[in-house]
Protein backbone atom coordinates (compact mmCIF):
# COMPACT_ATOMS: atom_id res chain seq x y z
CA UNK A 1 0.00 0.00 0.00
CA UNK A 2 1.26 3.47 -0.93
CA UNK A 3 -0.07 6.01 1.35
CA UNK A 4 0.08 9.56 0.59
CA UNK A 5 -2.48 10.84 2.69
CA UNK A 6 -0.13 11.83 5.42
CA UNK A 7 -2.07 15.44 6.34
CA UNK A 8 -4.86 13.10 7.25
CA UNK A 9 -2.88 11.53 9.40
CA UNK A 10 0.62 10.35 9.55
CA UNK A 11 2.14 7.31 11.84
CA UNK A 12 3.09 7.92 15.50
CA UNK A 13 6.45 8.31 15.41
CA UNK A 14 8.31 5.66 17.39
CA UNK A 15 9.62 7.62 19.68
CA UNK A 16 6.25 8.68 20.23
CA UNK A 17 4.69 5.36 20.60
CA UNK A 18 7.06 4.47 23.07
CA UNK A 19 6.58 7.98 25.12
CA UNK A 20 3.03 6.51 24.89
CA UNK A 21 3.28 3.11 26.47
CA UNK A 22 5.74 4.00 29.24
CA UNK A 23 3.60 6.61 30.30
CA UNK A 24 0.26 4.80 29.77
CA UNK A 25 1.46 2.17 32.12
CA UNK A 26 2.16 4.75 35.35
CA UNK A 27 -0.68 5.45 37.38
CA UNK A 28 -1.40 8.89 38.77
CA UNK A 29 -4.01 11.46 38.01
CA UNK A 30 -2.20 15.24 37.32
CA UNK A 31 -4.14 17.02 39.82
CA UNK A 32 -3.32 15.06 42.90
CA UNK A 33 -1.42 15.48 45.59
CA UNK A 34 0.26 11.95 46.59
CA UNK A 35 3.20 10.99 45.02
CA UNK A 36 1.77 8.98 41.45
CA UNK A 37 -0.31 12.35 41.21
CA UNK A 38 3.28 14.86 41.63
CA UNK A 39 5.33 12.49 39.21
CA UNK A 40 2.31 12.40 36.74
CA UNK A 41 2.35 16.20 36.91
CA UNK A 42 5.84 16.03 36.33
CA UNK A 43 5.19 14.55 32.84
CA UNK A 44 2.81 17.35 32.26
CA UNK A 45 5.11 20.15 33.01
CA UNK A 46 8.60 18.43 31.51
CA UNK A 47 6.24 17.75 28.33
CA UNK A 48 4.77 21.80 28.58
CA UNK A 49 8.07 23.31 28.31
CA UNK A 50 9.70 20.92 25.66
CA UNK A 51 6.21 22.31 23.44
CA UNK A 52 7.33 25.30 24.74
CA UNK A 53 10.89 25.51 23.84
CA UNK A 54 10.22 24.13 20.14
CA UNK A 55 7.67 26.51 19.23
CA UNK A 56 9.15 29.65 20.71
CA UNK A 57 6.36 29.98 23.27
CA UNK A 58 6.62 29.67 27.46
CA UNK A 59 5.56 26.84 29.04
CA UNK A 60 2.61 28.13 30.76
CA UNK A 61 1.67 29.78 27.44
CA UNK A 62 0.71 25.72 26.81
CA UNK A 63 -2.83 24.74 27.11
CA UNK A 64 -3.56 21.46 26.33
CA UNK A 65 -6.16 19.66 24.25
CA UNK A 66 -8.15 16.58 23.16
CA UNK A 67 -7.67 17.67 19.69
CA UNK A 68 -6.62 20.56 16.94
CA UNK A 69 -10.57 20.62 16.13
CA UNK A 70 -11.13 21.30 20.19
CA UNK A 71 -8.16 23.90 20.43
CA UNK A 72 -9.77 25.83 16.89
CA UNK A 73 -12.89 25.96 18.83
CA UNK A 74 -11.37 27.66 22.11
CA UNK A 75 -9.73 29.86 20.44
CA UNK A 76 -12.52 31.12 18.16
CA UNK A 77 -15.55 31.25 20.38
CA UNK A 78 -13.23 31.83 23.13
CA UNK A 79 -11.65 35.06 21.79
CA UNK A 80 -14.63 36.13 20.18
CA UNK A 81 -16.79 35.90 23.49
CA UNK A 82 -14.39 37.56 25.90
CA UNK A 83 -13.79 40.64 23.74
CA UNK A 84 -17.30 40.75 22.40
CA UNK A 85 -19.03 44.64 23.43
CA UNK A 86 -21.64 46.67 22.84
CA UNK A 87 -20.72 48.00 19.29
CA UNK A 88 -17.94 44.92 18.63
CA UNK A 89 -18.94 41.62 17.45
CA UNK A 90 -16.97 40.90 14.00
CA UNK A 91 -14.89 37.95 13.33
CA UNK A 92 -12.78 37.98 10.53
CA UNK A 93 -11.53 34.99 9.19
CA UNK A 94 -10.60 33.97 5.82
CA UNK A 95 -12.22 31.76 2.94
CA UNK A 96 -10.08 28.86 2.76
CA UNK A 97 -10.27 27.35 6.88
CA UNK A 98 -10.63 24.20 7.38
CA UNK A 99 -14.07 23.18 8.93
CA UNK A 100 -12.97 23.08 12.25
CA UNK A 101 -12.59 27.13 12.45
CA UNK A 102 -14.59 27.76 9.32
CA UNK A 103 -17.96 25.97 11.26
CA UNK A 104 -17.17 27.44 14.62
CA UNK A 105 -17.42 30.63 12.99
CA UNK A 106 -20.40 30.16 11.15
CA UNK A 107 -22.09 29.08 14.30
CA UNK A 108 -21.50 31.99 16.25
CA UNK A 109 -22.73 33.75 13.28
CA UNK A 110 -26.50 31.34 13.14
CA UNK A 111 -26.76 31.30 16.90
CA UNK A 112 -25.10 34.41 17.93
CA UNK A 113 -25.76 37.10 15.25
CA UNK A 114 -22.00 37.65 14.90
CA UNK A 115 -20.79 39.60 11.55
CA UNK A 116 -18.80 37.69 9.72
CA UNK A 117 -16.14 38.72 6.99
CA UNK A 118 -13.87 36.32 4.88
CA UNK A 119 -11.07 37.42 3.51
CA UNK A 120 -10.18 36.39 -0.12
CA UNK A 121 -7.80 34.34 -1.52
CA UNK A 122 -5.67 34.40 -4.60
CA UNK A 123 -5.71 31.60 -7.49
CA UNK A 124 -2.43 30.35 -5.63
CA UNK A 125 -4.77 30.07 -2.07
CA UNK A 126 -3.09 33.27 -0.77
CA UNK A 127 -4.71 35.65 1.77
CA UNK A 128 -5.26 39.28 0.61
CA UNK A 129 -3.63 41.47 3.24
CA UNK A 130 -4.56 44.69 1.60
CA UNK A 131 -8.27 43.53 2.13
CA UNK A 132 -7.61 43.30 5.79
CA UNK A 133 -5.62 46.38 6.31
CA UNK A 134 -8.66 48.27 4.34
CA UNK A 135 -10.86 46.28 6.69
CA UNK A 136 -8.67 47.49 9.78
CA UNK A 137 -8.67 50.74 8.49
CA UNK A 138 -12.55 51.48 8.58
CA UNK A 139 -13.98 48.57 11.63
CA UNK A 140 -11.18 47.77 13.61
CA UNK A 141 -13.08 48.96 16.37
CA UNK A 142 -15.68 46.37 15.65
CA UNK A 143 -13.88 43.13 15.05
CA UNK A 144 -13.29 40.77 18.12
CA UNK A 145 -10.85 38.30 16.65
CA UNK A 146 -9.02 37.70 13.52
CA UNK A 147 -8.50 33.75 12.56
CA UNK A 148 -6.23 32.55 9.60
CA UNK A 149 -4.67 29.36 9.20
CA UNK A 150 -0.68 28.83 9.11
CA UNK A 151 -0.66 26.69 6.05
CA UNK A 152 -3.72 25.22 4.11
CA UNK A 153 -4.52 21.38 4.69
CA UNK A 154 -6.05 21.49 1.01
CA UNK A 155 -3.77 23.08 -1.45
CA UNK A 156 -0.56 23.49 0.72
CA UNK A 157 -0.22 27.17 0.79
CA UNK A 158 1.23 28.96 3.27
CA UNK A 159 -0.38 32.41 4.47
CA UNK A 160 1.50 35.31 5.81
CA UNK A 161 0.20 35.04 9.31
CA UNK A 162 2.71 36.72 10.75
CA UNK A 163 1.95 40.09 8.42
CA UNK A 164 -1.62 39.66 9.61
CA UNK A 165 -0.45 39.20 13.28
CA UNK A 166 1.51 42.92 12.85
CA UNK A 167 -0.91 44.55 11.19
CA UNK A 168 -4.01 43.66 14.07
CA UNK A 169 -1.70 44.25 16.76
CA UNK A 170 -1.75 48.02 16.87
CA UNK A 171 -5.03 47.67 17.67
CA UNK A 172 -4.73 45.48 20.23
CA UNK A 173 -7.35 42.91 18.13
CA UNK A 174 -6.13 39.14 19.14
CA UNK A 175 -4.80 36.90 15.89
CA UNK A 176 -5.62 33.23 16.39
CA UNK A 177 -4.05 30.99 13.62
CA UNK A 178 -4.90 27.44 13.04
CA UNK A 179 -0.77 25.81 12.27
CA UNK A 180 -2.37 21.86 12.68
CA UNK A 181 -1.26 21.34 9.00
CA UNK A 182 2.41 23.57 9.92
CA UNK A 183 3.81 22.43 13.11
CA UNK A 184 6.84 20.18 11.95
CA UNK A 185 6.43 21.05 8.16
CA UNK A 186 7.66 24.04 8.29
CA UNK A 187 9.59 26.56 10.95
CA UNK A 188 6.43 28.07 13.35
CA UNK A 189 7.75 30.33 16.13
CA UNK A 190 5.39 31.87 18.28
CA UNK A 191 7.49 34.16 19.90
CA UNK A 192 8.45 35.97 16.77
CA UNK A 193 4.85 36.18 15.30
CA UNK A 194 2.53 38.33 16.80
CA UNK A 195 -0.39 36.02 16.83
CA UNK A 196 -2.01 35.46 20.22
CA UNK A 197 -3.39 31.89 19.95
CA UNK A 198 -1.80 29.14 17.69
CA UNK A 199 -3.29 25.43 17.22
CA UNK A 200 -1.60 22.58 16.88
CA UNK A 201 -2.40 18.73 16.43
CA UNK A 202 -0.73 15.37 17.63
CA UNK A 203 -1.71 13.14 14.72
CA UNK A 204 -0.66 15.46 11.80
CA UNK A 205 3.00 15.56 13.36
CA UNK A 206 3.58 11.83 14.79
CA UNK A 207 2.21 11.92 18.12
CA UNK A 208 -1.63 10.39 18.95
CA UNK A 209 -4.72 11.10 17.40
CA UNK A 210 -6.83 12.67 20.43
CA UNK A 211 -4.39 15.17 21.54
CA UNK A 212 -3.55 18.99 20.78
CA UNK A 213 -2.60 21.94 22.36
CA UNK A 214 -3.07 26.25 22.01
CA UNK A 215 -0.36 27.77 22.61
CA UNK A 216 -2.10 31.05 24.36
CA UNK A 217 -0.43 34.64 25.43
CA UNK A 218 -0.84 34.82 29.04
CA UNK A 219 -2.15 38.21 28.62
CA UNK A 220 -4.93 37.34 26.29
CA UNK A 221 -8.36 37.35 27.66
CA UNK A 222 -10.72 33.60 26.72
CA UNK A 223 -13.86 32.55 27.76
CA UNK A 224 -13.24 28.76 28.06
CA UNK A 225 -15.27 26.21 26.52
CA UNK A 226 -15.39 23.53 28.77
CA UNK A 227 -16.40 24.12 32.65
CA UNK A 228 -15.48 21.81 35.39
CA UNK A 229 -12.03 20.82 37.47
CA UNK A 230 -10.37 24.07 36.24
CA UNK A 231 -7.20 22.36 34.84
CA UNK A 232 -5.46 23.85 32.49
CA UNK A 233 -5.59 27.58 33.94
CA UNK A 234 -9.37 26.84 33.96
CA UNK A 235 -9.09 27.97 30.22
CA UNK A 236 -9.63 23.92 29.60
CA UNK A 237 -10.98 21.68 32.52
CA UNK A 238 -11.19 17.97 32.14
CA UNK A 239 -8.30 15.10 33.45
CA UNK A 240 -5.02 15.43 31.86
CA UNK A 241 -4.13 13.04 29.14
CA UNK A 242 -0.44 12.50 30.52
CA UNK A 243 0.46 9.47 27.80
CA UNK A 244 -1.04 11.23 24.91
CA UNK A 245 0.97 14.78 26.61
CA UNK A 246 4.02 12.94 26.94
CA UNK A 247 3.82 11.12 23.47
CA UNK A 248 3.08 14.72 22.00
CA UNK A 249 5.43 16.52 23.43
CA UNK A 250 7.71 13.99 21.78
CA UNK A 251 6.15 13.96 18.16
CA UNK A 252 6.72 17.68 18.51
CA UNK A 253 10.23 17.86 19.86
CA UNK A 254 11.25 15.26 17.22
CA UNK A 255 9.44 17.25 14.39
CA UNK A 256 10.73 20.64 14.95
CA UNK A 257 14.20 19.55 15.61
CA UNK A 258 14.21 17.55 12.20
CA UNK A 259 12.09 19.83 10.49
CA UNK A 260 14.36 21.77 7.99
CA UNK A 261 16.22 18.04 6.94
CA UNK A 262 13.39 16.10 6.38
CA UNK A 263 11.23 19.17 4.51
CA UNK A 264 13.89 18.94 2.32
CA UNK A 265 13.81 15.60 1.61
CA UNK A 266 10.14 15.69 1.33
CA UNK A 267 10.21 18.62 -1.12
CA UNK A 268 12.68 16.68 -3.46
CA UNK A 269 10.07 13.54 -3.39
CA UNK A 270 7.23 16.01 -4.08
CA UNK A 271 9.05 17.82 -6.92
CA UNK A 272 9.86 14.17 -8.44
CA UNK A 273 5.90 13.79 -7.61
CA UNK A 274 4.44 16.01 -9.44
CA UNK A 275 6.92 15.99 -12.19
CA UNK A 276 5.72 12.17 -12.85
CA UNK A 277 1.94 13.15 -12.55
CA UNK A 278 2.76 15.27 -15.35
CA UNK A 279 4.41 13.36 -17.15
CA UNK A 280 1.50 10.65 -17.24
CA UNK A 281 -1.14 12.78 -17.07
CA UNK A 282 -0.40 15.69 -19.25
CA UNK A 283 -3.67 17.97 -18.60
CA UNK A 284 -3.07 17.41 -14.94
CA UNK A 285 -3.89 21.05 -13.24
CA UNK A 286 -1.05 21.57 -10.42
CA UNK A 287 -2.73 23.49 -7.74
CA UNK A 288 -1.42 25.98 -5.36
CA UNK A 289 1.20 28.55 -4.59
CA UNK A 290 4.49 26.77 -5.94
CA UNK A 291 6.87 28.83 -3.87
CA UNK A 292 4.97 29.33 -0.49
CA UNK A 293 4.10 25.86 0.13
CA UNK A 294 3.98 22.95 2.33
CA UNK A 295 7.13 20.68 1.50
CA UNK A 296 5.18 17.52 1.56
CA UNK A 297 1.92 18.43 -0.43
CA UNK A 298 1.14 18.09 -4.39
CA UNK A 299 -2.81 18.75 -5.32
CA UNK A 300 -3.80 18.70 -8.71
CA UNK A 301 -7.07 18.84 -10.42
CA UNK A 302 -7.52 16.36 -13.21
CA UNK A 303 -10.19 17.32 -15.62
CA UNK A 304 -12.94 15.22 -16.99
CA UNK A 305 -12.53 12.81 -13.42
CA UNK A 306 -15.01 12.88 -10.99
CA UNK A 307 -12.21 12.75 -8.02
CA UNK A 308 -13.83 10.32 -6.04
CA UNK A 309 -13.82 8.11 -8.57
CA UNK A 310 -10.13 8.43 -9.28
CA UNK A 311 -9.22 7.99 -5.45
CA UNK A 312 -11.55 4.88 -5.57
CA UNK A 313 -9.50 3.63 -8.39
CA UNK A 314 -6.70 4.49 -6.78
CA UNK A 315 -7.46 3.14 -3.17
CA UNK A 316 -8.13 0.09 -5.51
CA UNK A 317 -4.59 -0.06 -6.78
CA UNK A 318 -2.98 0.40 -3.88
CA UNK A 319 -2.54 4.06 -3.23
CA UNK A 320 -4.17 6.38 -0.66
CA UNK A 321 -4.89 10.03 -1.51
CA UNK A 322 -7.61 12.22 -0.46
CA UNK A 323 -10.25 14.22 -2.26
CA UNK A 324 -10.44 18.03 -0.59
CA UNK A 325 -10.36 17.94 3.31
CA UNK A 326 -10.25 14.37 4.84
CA UNK A 327 -12.86 15.38 7.54
CA UNK A 328 -15.36 16.17 4.93
CA UNK A 329 -14.29 13.23 2.35
CA UNK A 330 -17.68 11.44 1.33
CA UNK A 331 -19.69 14.51 1.04
CA UNK A 332 -20.01 15.08 -3.11
CA UNK A 333 -19.15 18.58 -3.15
CA UNK A 334 -16.80 20.79 -4.71
CA UNK A 335 -14.11 22.05 -2.52
CA UNK A 336 -14.51 25.02 -1.08
CA UNK A 337 -10.77 26.17 -1.04
CA UNK A 338 -10.67 25.78 -4.83
CA UNK A 339 -13.70 27.20 -4.80
CA UNK A 340 -12.43 30.44 -3.22
CA UNK A 341 -9.48 30.25 -5.44
CA UNK A 342 -11.47 30.52 -8.42
CA UNK A 343 -11.77 27.28 -9.78
CA UNK A 344 -14.76 26.33 -11.64
CA UNK A 345 -17.16 24.04 -10.12
CA UNK A 346 -15.98 20.69 -12.44
CA UNK A 347 -12.24 21.35 -11.80
CA UNK A 348 -12.75 21.86 -8.28
CA UNK A 349 -14.50 18.59 -8.07
CA UNK A 350 -12.30 16.72 -10.56
CA UNK A 351 -9.12 17.40 -7.26
CA UNK A 352 -6.78 15.28 -5.66
CA UNK A 353 -4.58 15.60 -2.98
CA UNK A 354 -1.23 13.89 -2.39
CA UNK A 355 0.27 14.31 0.67
CA UNK A 356 3.89 13.06 2.22
CA UNK A 357 5.07 12.33 5.48
CA UNK A 358 8.39 10.95 7.39
CA UNK A 359 7.49 7.31 6.49
CA UNK A 360 7.57 8.13 2.48
CA UNK A 361 9.61 6.39 0.16
CA UNK A 362 10.31 6.71 -3.57
CA UNK A 363 8.44 3.63 -4.00
CA UNK A 364 5.43 5.43 -2.84
CA UNK A 365 5.68 8.08 -5.85
CA UNK A 366 6.45 4.72 -8.27
CA UNK A 367 3.67 3.10 -7.21
CA UNK A 368 1.33 6.02 -7.79
CA UNK A 369 2.92 6.78 -11.08
CA UNK A 370 2.11 3.34 -12.42
CA UNK A 371 -1.21 3.33 -10.89
CA UNK A 372 -2.63 6.63 -12.47
CA UNK A 373 -2.81 6.70 -16.48
CA UNK A 374 -5.41 3.58 -16.02
CA UNK A 375 -7.37 4.91 -13.19
CA UNK A 376 -7.73 7.96 -14.61
CA UNK A 377 -8.70 6.77 -18.05
CA UNK A 378 -11.32 4.69 -16.13
CA UNK A 379 -11.97 8.02 -14.41
CA UNK A 380 -12.40 9.23 -17.72
CA UNK A 381 -14.70 7.28 -19.18
CA UNK A 382 -16.94 7.55 -16.05
CA UNK A 383 -16.66 11.29 -16.58
CA UNK A 384 -18.11 13.62 -13.97
CA UNK A 385 -21.30 12.73 -12.63
C1 LIG B 1 -5.90 22.70 9.15
C2 LIG B 1 -6.58 21.77 10.10
N1 LIG B 1 -7.15 22.25 11.21
C3 LIG B 1 -7.74 21.46 12.11
C4 LIG B 1 -7.82 20.10 11.92
C5 LIG B 1 -8.48 19.25 12.96
O1 LIG B 1 -7.54 18.64 13.81
P1 LIG B 1 -7.94 17.31 14.62
O2 LIG B 1 -8.04 16.20 13.62
O3 LIG B 1 -6.85 17.12 15.62
O4 LIG B 1 -9.25 17.58 15.29
C6 LIG B 1 -7.27 19.53 10.76
C7 LIG B 1 -7.39 18.08 10.49
O5 LIG B 1 -7.57 17.66 9.34
C8 LIG B 1 -6.62 20.39 9.84
O6 LIG B 1 -6.03 19.91 8.73
Given at each position: MAYLDHAATTPMLPQALDAYVRTARELGNASSLHASGRAARRTVEESRERIGEALGAKPSEVVFTGSGTE???????????????SGRNRLVTTAIEHHAVADAVAWLGDHEKADVTE?????????DVEVLAELLDEHADAITVITCMWANNEVGTIQPVCEIAALAAPHGIPVHTDAVQAVGHTPV?????????????????????????????RDTKLTPLLHGGGQEREIRSGTLDVPGIAALAEAVAHAVRTQEAESQRLAV??????????EAVPEAVYNGDPEHRLPGNAHFSFPGCEGDALLMLLDAAGVECATGSACSAGIAQPSHVLLAMGAGEDDARSSLRFTLGWSTTKADVDALAAALPEAVERARSAGLS
Open positions: ADNLAVKGLHWARRALPVDKLGRVDFAACEADALTLSGHKLGGPTGTGALLLRLRDELVARVR
